[in-house]
């Protein structure tokens, strides 16, 4: 099934986790995690890679609109600087995601991640855009 026909709940790693979408567009996405015990990493705070997965399904949800029909998009490299500690017992985790840049190749997302007002996370996130092929010849 394609990607975007299966719709964000159809994205098995978004159920794995509890993702929520807020909203999705090339102007911008929101994605929020309600944080559990389960995800805490062994110093009692939420694990760097849920963060990081969060923070990339954000960026995601703002370049998808973009793709022209059949166009497909794959991540190229992220960097993501951890600014505090999420709490598992604490608020929801929200992954804000606004374009840097959605070019005709390569796309680049800017993406705040806060727990209530503090801020958990900031990075830079970059796709490229890969397009459509005929397989039919």
Do not use: W
């Amino acid at each position: 099934m394609d990607p975007i026909s299966a719709g964000f709940d159809g994205v098995a790693v978004n159920r794995t986790f509890g993702f929520e979408r807020i909203r999705a567009g090339v102007a911008g996405a929101a994605i929020r995690l309600r944080p559990t015990a389960a995800l805490a990493q062994e110093y009692g705070v939420v694990h760097g890679g849920v963060i990081a997965a969060l923070a990339d399904t954000a960026a995601v949800q703002c370049v998808l609109p973009a793709l022209a029909a059949g166009e497909r998009m794959t991540s190229i490299e992220f960097k993501l600087n951890f600014t505090a500690g999420a709490k598992p017992d604490g608020e929801p985790l929200v992954a804000t995601a606004r374009p840097a840049k959605i070019g005709r190749t390569v796309a680049v997302v800017q993406v705040d991640v806060h727990q209530d007002a503090t801020l958990v996370a900031t990075g830079l996130f970059t796709y490229l855009r890969l397009r459509a092929v005929d397989r039919a010849g």
